[in-house]
């Protein structure tokens, strides 16, 4: 998978190629002044597709789940070309939910939909499709959600003395730039949007007659049927690159529904010991091939609570990329805790991808739970029960208390790598002056190098020296992401919490160095010159 | 809401065990039924036809429907009254039948079909059966469909009966204490919270249901004698509440940044010089707007 980046500019520029150009704007800062290099043939050429941003680990491009929350716990959103397994809760009340709410998020950016399910009908799940949440209506939403569920306070009144009170307001942009939208639960989509969109559909008591026979094979008809039909859409429509007339490329969102229930055909709900205890593993395997070789995210829910044979379950989650479970707390005696009042059920992320990197962006926070308010779904943290806590990421260990430290010191070992990594690419780089101390000379590159456990370090590199002018305003490694796209490599390295903590000082503010940051009043000026 | 049970539509699941049988509660459903005027269609494949119409009187028996798969179920007599395909074959003509009206179908036990046909092609032909209305905004002439299913759950493992519940619309679960039975009827509305409820009741012998309170529950031994609760604002070395006067006095405060009207006004009248400008801000999500930055140690 090519790792592309957006190119979503901000109005500085000239404004040539702004209009037609992405939707995803992902900087909210703004150039004054004219730009260093010439506006059409900077740098490598950049694809922009509406919907998607790249990441800011490793530029991966990204689609959203259609929840914020959760494309925050993933790091960002949906990686393209890869499985988004769901887990579906007992009673199959929230996952269907989620897959709703993923599928009314292509319709929004104008994503291309497959919606594949074997117990409804696709054109009924896209008449439920909950209705976007435009500006300036999101904001009254909230509040009115946080108001309806204040508990009555007593006759203590608190009065606050609130500084900014007299400030306007901020207005939130327009809806089509940002990245996740929030949805509506309780209202369903509007018809034109819907009709505007374009989708298709695979049910398939439609396109299995019952009286056909079934010949002997690894893989159920009812997956044959679809794997076909997918790999049809996507030759025809262009998604592998087939096509190459076509202009403008998008992508194409994939919903399979209560995949590997009965319905299907796939027994293996119904008995331990199945017959045919692959078909499902395949169908998965070779849909991750169609996937990773062409611009679509897939989100599939599954009743894993109905499978008898764990051992498949565990296959399957080897054979998704996200695994996310829910668990609602209906009818279980969880429902009766006094710490789980507020909440709906709890979400287990069961795994995060490792996608051309070396570690995964595992959130810190292990115990999320949701709740379903009566428009929004949401994500918390922090509801400690840590007795019933299993965390299963990759690279973390069996306690939960301990996860964070041995996240730690795993971190400081992968930071090895990747400032080894760093260094061989963008060359070395002294900065002398202006309160910046880095690393000015050969031996303390040496003794900074073995601290950050780099015990070989090849002489080549050639060191070059940037000084930086008068600077008043600080800038942060988050705005970083913001000028990103000016910098001519688009490898950079963002650095999380976890990460600065276990690197030296000088380290980091390497990281610092390698932008055009923004003009704010007092302006930071980059001059680059060679020294040997 | 035992009446209740067929007014929904879908699969109803009845789950007996050996203890509590289930079929008297079948046969009272379809009694029930086939007096509100429905069509009633018997798949009859664990118990033989007369042993299933004893009880009824006449009149019901002349509105249901018998579909025997008893006496010769694997169609060995090759007669021509025999149903093509089997149960499943009759439960699609059921289906495909075109006068409207609401229809019930009772299977006499889906634990017979389970044993004799893969769970996943009974699974695939109940959820053609009970879905076949379920088109919003269409005006079909057919009319809504229940089946109703006796499941013996004791034969099956979970696995059957997990898929099969999981089907379902409405499970009843038979169970009982002290001779008197009682059905949990779980109902599993697509999109809302299951709601749950258990009804005592018992049948009479001409098949009618009756719905009774639960017996009686001893009373329970009073566990500790009643202590009263302990004000924990006792006793407190310092003061929790307000005088009358405290509270006015604290009422009147002025605030640090309470501006009183006109200081309000002159603050938001745009200063002469100061074009009105608006702030179009778009919080994404990595920004973060916490005084707290760690990067505040860095000398930038």
């Known amino acids: ?532 | 809401m035992l009446d209740s049970l067929l007014s929904l539509g879908g699969l109803v699941l009845l789950r007996d065990s050996v203890e509590w049988e289930g079929r008297s509660l079948l046969k009272a459903l379809v009694k029930k039924s086939a007096l509100c005027g429905e069509q009633v269609h018997i798949l009859g494949c664990e118990v033989s036809e007369e042993e299933f119409r004893e009880g009824f009187d006449s009149d019901i028996n002349n509105r249901l429907v018998y579909h025997d798969f008893f006496r010769d179920p694997l169609n060995w007599s090759k007669t021509e009254e025999a149903l093509p395909g089997g149960p499943l074959g009759a439960l699609r003509a059921i289906c495909k039948r075109t006068d409207p009206g609401p229809v019930t179908i009772a299977l006499d036990s889906l634990s017979w079909l389970l044993l004799h046909l893969p769970c996943t092609t009974l699974c695939q032909a109940l959820h053609a059966v009970s879905h076949q209305d379920s088109c919003p905004g269409d005006s079909s002439p057919v009319g809504k469909v229940s089946v109703l299913g006796l499941l013996h759950e004791e034969l099956h493992g979970p696995g059957p009966v997990g898929a099969l519940s999981s089907l379902a619309q409405t499970e009843v679960t038979l169970g009982g204490r002290k001779g008197q039975a009682s059905a949990h009827i779980l109902c599993r509305r697509p999109r809302q919270r299951p709601t749950d409820q258990t009804q005592w009741f018992s049948i009479l012998p001409d098949f009618s249901l009756d719905l009774q309170e639960g017996p009686s529950v001893e009373s329970q031994p009073c566990s500790d004698p009643h202590i009263p609760p302990v004000d924990p604002t006792t006793h407190l070395t310092f003061n929790l509440h307000l005088s009358k006067k405290e509270r006015e006095a604290r009422d009147s405060l002025i605030l640090p940044f309470q501006f009183s009207s006109e200081k309000q006004q002159a603050l938001l009248r745009p200063r002469p010089g100061q074009a009105t400008s608006h702030i179009f801000y778009e919080p994404d999500a990595y920004d973060d707007l916490d005084q707290e930055d760690p990067d505040d140690d860095l000398d930038i």
């Open chain 1, 1 to 532: 998978m090519a790792a592309v980046a957006s190119c979503g500019s901000g109005a500085g520029s000239t404004g040539s190629a702004v209009a037609t150009a992405s939707k995803s704007n992902v900087t909210s800062f703004q150039k004054r002044g004219p730009r260093a290099s010439g506006t059409n043939d900077s740098g490598p050429r950049l694809v922009s597709i509406a919907g998607t941003r790249p990441s800011v680990r490793n530029g991966q491009l990204l689609v959203s789940t259609g929840l914020p929350a959760l494309d925050q716990l993933l790091g960002g959103g949906l990686a393209i070309g890869t499985v988004l397994l769901i887990e579906e809760d007992k009673y199959n009340i929230y996952s269907p939910l989620l897959f709703k709410c993923f599928l009314a998020e292509g319709i929004v950016n104008g994503h291309t939909l497959l919606v594949a399910s074997a117990k409804e009908d696709p054109a009924n799940i896209l008449q439920e499709l909950p209705a976007p949440l435009l500006d300036d209506n999101s904001k009254k939403e909230f509040d009115e959600d946080v108001y309806n569920h204040k508990t009555p306070e007593s006759n203590i009144k608190m009065k606050i003395a609130w500084r900014y009170q007299l400030l306007p307001k901020m207005e939130i942009g327009p809806v089509s730039s940002r990245f996740g939208h929030y949805y509506d639960a309780s209202k369903r989509i509007p018809q034109e949007l819907i009709e505007a969109s374009n989708w298709h559909g695979f049910f398939l008591p439609e396109k299995i007659s019952s009286t056909l026979k079934v010949e002997p094979c690894s893989l159920t008809p009812g997956y044959i049927k679809l794997l076909q039909f997918i790999q049809n859409i996507i030759s025809e429509e262009g998604f592998d690159g087939s096509n190459p007339q076509k202009k403008q490329r998008n992508v194409l969102r994939i919903g399979i529904q209560n995949l590997g229930s009965p319905l299907w055909g796939d027994d293996i709900c119904c008995a331990e010991n199945v017959s045919n205890s692959h078909s499902l593993t395949k169908f998965l395997y070779v849909l991750r091939g169609l996937l990773r070789t062409s611009l679509s995210a897939c989100i599939i829910t599954m009743p894993t609570h109905l499978i008898q044979n764990k051992a498949i379950i565990a296959r399957v989650t080897n054979l998704s990329d996200i695994v996310i479970g829910l668990e609602s707390f209906i009818g279980s005696e969880r429902e009766t805790n006094p710490l789980y009042k507020d909440y709906h059920g709890l979400i287990h992320i069961r795994q995060i991808p490792r996608l051309n990197n070396l570690i995964c962006d595992e959130s810190d926070v292990k115990d999320l739970a949701f709740k379903l308010k009566r428009k929004l779904f949401t994500i918390e943290a922090g509801v400690h029960d840590l007795g019933s806590l299993q965390p299963r990421l990759p690279g973390s260990s069996n306690s939960p208390a301990s996860a964070s430290l041995v996240a730690g010191i795993t971190g400081v070992h992968h930071h090895a790598q990747l400032i080894f990594v760093f260094l061989v690419e963008m060359g070395f780089h002294h900065v002398g002056q202006a309160g910046f101390e880095l690393l000015t000379s050969g031996d303390s590159f040496a003794s900074a190098s073995q601290s950050a456990g780099i015990t070989r370090m090849s002489h080549h590199l050639r060191p070059r020296a940037l000084y930086f002018k008068e600077n008043k305003s600080k800038v942060g490694a988050r705005q970083l992401l913001e000028t990103r796209e000016e910098h001519l490599s688009s490898r950079l390295l963002i650095l999380t919490q976890a990460e600065r903590l276990c690197m030296g000082r000088r380290f980091f503010t390497a990281f610092h160095i390698f932008n055009e940051l923004p003009c704010k009043g007092d302006c930071i000026c980059l001059q680059t010159c060679q020294t040997q």
